[in-house]
């Protein structure tokens, strides 16, 4: 995935459950790392619940929401 602009950012709607839902599906965090650039250690810190989903900045939210619709997370 591109990096997003900021304007793609600011006019986004991030659903933050779609982010939970991607956290708990079967995909690997290796694999949304390699499609994302998101860090693994970061995936599996918010997996196991050492850092919260909430406290994600803006970009970071919105990166793996967009990611989780590519995926058909509901």
């Known amino acids: 995935m591109n990096k997003p602009t900021d304007e793609e950012v600011l006019k986004s709607k991030i659903d933050m459950q779609l982010v939970t839902n991607l956290l708990k599906s079967e995909i690997t965090s290796y694999r ?3 499609d994302t ?3 693994v250690g ?11 989903v ?3 900045n803006v970009r970071s939210a919105y990166t ?5 619709k590519k995926m058909g997370i509901k």
């Open 32 to 34: 949304i790392n390699k």
């Open 42 to 52: 970061t995936l599996s810190d918010l997996r196991t619940g050492k850092r919260k």
């Open 54 to 56: 909430s406290n994600l």
């Open 64 to 68: 793996l929401s967009e990611y989780a």
């Open 37 to 39: 650039g998101f860090s």
